[in-house]
């Protein structure tokens, strides 16, 4: 059972965990925000400071839930919906993959430093009739090839809507239009970002917002994407609404879509009850000796 166990469960994780990194691990700290956040809405008010404006507020965020949709390399269409909490860090997503290894919707919860992935009556075949997979993020790292980096959560601490400041390092940035969006008026600015434009950027910031912005931008890097195509919708709370991120990796096109159901709301994550769970720690351990 266990050799099945590790294949099954490492081709999920990679599927799970990939999304996961993107759509709830982008490590964009938000631009800082001075005169912006103090100004009173504008109807004048230019797109870059709009999204400038949009991105600080970020940084007042506690929790979140949100809905997922679009395509990844090699992955295929992935679409799914998750809730998170920063503060205790929890986070639960249920997401489905229709690409090359995809056999049916997953479920992912990081709680009390730990994840979760499996939810899935199939995996119970595997697995002596459980369905979950706990993996000890303090005990993953000895396993070169299931790492807690590998499986997303390595930035599972990081703001997800952080992600759409990457639209502040554009150089033409320009509204759209007006749009509803889950039933509410926005405003929709789109634009593009280089990655050479956007390292530029971060001379100005301090270290801590620097290194962070770094860190995510090397994900997508190691992706094979320089530049992005990205539309942002904000609200008339100056809130991202929606953002949509579109690249070419080296693999296929990346094209993802984030739309924001609510902010700040209690978040409540579980983990599953023991008896239905395997821990992967414990049983690399006993493999490891004999």
Known sequence: ???????????????????????????????????SDKAEKSPAMTPAAAIAKAASNTE????????????????????????????????????????KGA???????????????????????????KTWIKFDMSALGADKELNAQQLGAGQADQNPASDSTFLTGSKDVKKVGTETVEGVKTTHYRGTVTFADLKASFKDEDKTVREEREKSLKEYEKMGI????????????????????RGDADKGPMDMT?????????????????????????????????
């Open 1 to 35: 059972m266990k050799s099945a166990v590790r294949g099954s469960v490492r081709r999920r994780a990679m599927g799970a965990g990939l999304a996961a990194l993107l759509l709830a691990g982008g490590a964009v700290a938000c631009q800082k925000s001075d005169k």
């Open 60 to 99: 007042k965020i506690t929790s979140l839930r949100y809905r997922m949709t679009g395509k990844v390399p090699e992955e295929g269409q992935i679409s799914g919906e998750a809730a998170m909490s920063m503060k205790p860090l929890a986070m639960s997503m249920k997401m489905t993959t229709q690409g």
């Open 103 to 129: 056999d049916g919707p997953v479920e992912i919860r990081l709680v009390d430093k730990a994840m979760y992935i499996g939810g899935n009556a199939d995996m119970a075949k595997d697995m002596d009739g």
């Open 226 to 245: 320089d530049s992005m195509t990205m539309d942002m919708w904000i609200d008339g709370d100056d809130h991202t609404r929606q953002f949509r991120m």
């Open 258 to 290: 984030i739309t924001f159901l609510d902010y700040n709301k209690p978040v409540t994550v579980t983990a599953p009850p023991a008896k239905e769970t395997v821990d992967l720690a414990a049983m690399m351990k006993e493999m490891e000796n004999g």
